[in-house]
């Protein structure tokens, strides 16, 4: 669906995208996973033909550069931010389906998949709309355009969390059947959609596989959270101390954290068990982003200087 | 380049340009004063014959050349910056659609409100003149320059557009570039001859080169055959071009205006998304 050779982009003397070499197949859902400025929107206008590039690019069989309105026919796309239509929705949903050729009444179904109501919220000038449905409408229009590929460039950053677990529940069940290129920052977005991601750093792939690979690679650390009754915290933390030689990092009131590494998550709280521990509830937070960056590029150094 | 998608979007900018609470205000003071000075500003022209109504008629010609351009510059100056400031310019070309669809759908869309305001406003003035005695053929010519005037400003507008970082860039660069024009008109090209002594061929192309000017020259060598309006620069253009190449050359001048800065903007536009 695709496939991109030595794309590479700069901006005045500043290279965005150093020579990508990436191959995105039909079907798959993948997650273009950066900090800010790592290229991911970039990589992203690039595809939509929205910027000059050199290398080689092609989506669904068609040079993005020769034949960039066929590339975009295969392409529905949804931006960071909505952007600030001026009229109802039902103006704008009329205006891209004449645009597209598509049937008005598909597209309300669409959106009526999706939770939104036009017959409802269609005299509502779109500027009164939440986020969470204009990015909604937005990939409505996009699923009833047929289109083989979705591009969505951090859909949820300027959600809310409700409004981005609706989003993402959203995508996951109306999108089954489409190719989704997801470009984001958090890393809670790459696992409830995507199947495999690259990790993009200074316009370079760090990373090409799937989230345990990238778990296994890096071997970055969760915090697992453990909340006991307040009278046994101090015993349970150094229990688990000597036990497991982990060092807890944080305390909340009962519950206190510790840095541990993902697979040896099940065998701490079976051990709890094992012991008669109370635990009253248990959580893990993943690394930041930066965090996992970090430990990546590390271990990419590490392993650089084993292979000198 | 497929019409459908091209007049979708001629229609959709012709939407927005008279939903416009500027465009309705400029069409509107420009009817209303146009009409006024059409009422009011002939009366002595039964009394000085054609040399009084060709006065009488210079002052609706210099409401046009005040006002069109400004009624022309807001709504091109905003049309593509605003867009991208507000994301749909980068919607609309993720679409299925050329850079040049979207481009001659606001140039076209903007130009056709023009022509509707225009046609109204200068219209109902020009009906009023011709009422007064003024005959309709020097009507006509006067409305063809004036629209010609504006096709201009819309493709400098949408040229300002394509480039400017910001909406109020776009605004204020538009304004800027019409005091300036305005400026340099008669009274500037008068001034730069006495204070400077700048050579005569200068100024004679500058009456050209400056399409405030040029659509002044153009109307007034029209208008005023014996040329008491046309001030001295447009009095040696006549004696050295005639009525009709004068104006001729003004038109085309004007023309060249109107496709020049557009065709720039549309290079700049697909590079400034």
């Not at chain 2, 006024?36 to 039964?46: H, Q, S, V, Y």
């Not at chain 2, 399409?211 to 007034?220: S, Y």
């Amino acid at each position: 669906m695709i496939r991109a050779r030595g794309l590479a982009k700069q901006y005045g003397v500043a290279a965005v995208l150093r020579g990508l070499d990436m191959d995105v197949r039909s079907g798959e859902r993948v997650a273009v996973l950066g900090l800010n400025g790592a290229g991911k929107t970039t990589l992203i206008r690039c595809l939509l033909g929205l910027t000059d590039f050199t290398g080689n690019l092609a989506v669904a069989g068609y040079d993005v550069r020769k034949s960039g309105l066929a590339a975009r026919r295969a392409i529905g796309y949804v931006p960071q931010r909505p952007p600030h239509f001026d009229g109802t929705l039902r103006d704008i949903v009329a205006f891209f389906c004449r645009l597209r050729g598509l049937d008005a009444d598909g597209v309300r179904a669409q959106l009526e998949e999706l939770g939104l109501s036009v017959k409802e919220h269609g005299d509502k000038h779109v500027r009164t709309l939440s986020g969470g449905m204009l990015q909604k409408t937005l990939l409505g229009l996009a699923l009833a355009a047929h289109v083989d590929l979705l591009l969505l460039d951090e859909p949820t950053a300027n959600l809310d969390a409700p409004a981005r677990r609706e989003f993402l529940r959203a995508l996951r069940s109306t999108a089954a059947d489409r190719t989704v290129l997801l470009a984001t920052h958090r890393l809670a977005d790459v696992e409830a959609v995507a199947d495999r991601l690259l990790v993009l750093h200074e316009g370079s792939i760090a990373f090409a596989g799937r989230m345990r690979e990238l778990w296994d690679a890096v071997g970055a650390d969760i915090t697992l959270w453990i909340q006991v009754p307040q009278d046994r915290r101090d015993d349970v933390e150094r229990h688990v101390a000597t036990r497991h030689a982990i060092t807890t990092v944080l305390r909340n009131g009962s519950a206190f954290g510790v840095k541990i590494e993902r697979s040896r998550r099940a065998d701490l709280l079976g051990d709890l068990r094992r012991e008669g521990v109370m635990v009253e509830d248990f959580w893990t937070e993943a690394p930041s982003l930066h965090d996992l960056m970090e430990q990546l590029l590390a271990a990419r150094r590490a392993a650089a200087e084993n292979a000198e | 380049m497929t019409g459908a998608r091209a007049a979708l979007f001629v229609r959709r900018e012709l939407a927005a340009a008279l939903h416009a609470r500027w465009f309705i205000v400029y069409a509107a003071l420009f009817l209303i004063a146009g009409v006024l000075l059409a009422a009011f500003g002939m009366g002595n022209t039964m009394i000085y014959g054609y040399r009084g109504f060709a006065k009488a008629f210079a002052g609706l010609v210099h409401l046009a050349l005040f006002l069109v351009p400004l009624m022309a510059l807001f709504p091109s100056a905003a049309s593509v910056a605003d867009e991208r400031e507000s994301g749909v310019l980068e919607y609309l070309l993720a679409q299925p659609v050329s850079f040049g669809e979207v481009y001659a759908g606001k140039w076209g869309g903007i130009n056709v409100a023009m022509l509707l305001a225009l046609t109204i406003g200068f219209g109902a003035a020009g009906a009023v003149a011709v009422m007064r005695g003024v005959p309709p053929a020097f009507v006509l010519a006067a409305y063809g320059f004036v629209l010609l005037l504006a096709t201009a400003f819309v493709a400098v507008g949408l040229l300002l557009s394509s480039v400017a970082a910001s909406r109020a860039r776009a605004l204020t660069f538009g304004v800027v570039l019409w005091f300036l024009l305005i400026a340099l008109g008669t009274l500037g090209v008068m001034v730069a001859s006495i204070r400077w002594g700048i050579p005569e061929r200068v100024l004679l192309v500058w009456s050209f080169v400056n399409p405030i000017e040029a659509f002044r020259v153009g109307v007034m060598s029209v208008l005023d055959p014996d040329l008491s309006l046309l001030g001295p620069i447009g009095i040696r253009l006549v004696g050295r071009l005639g009525s009709t190449g004068t104006a001729a050359l003004a038109a085309l001048s004007l023309a060249v205006w109107s496709v020049i800065p557009g065709l720039i903007g549309l290079r700049l536009f697909r590079s400034h998304v």
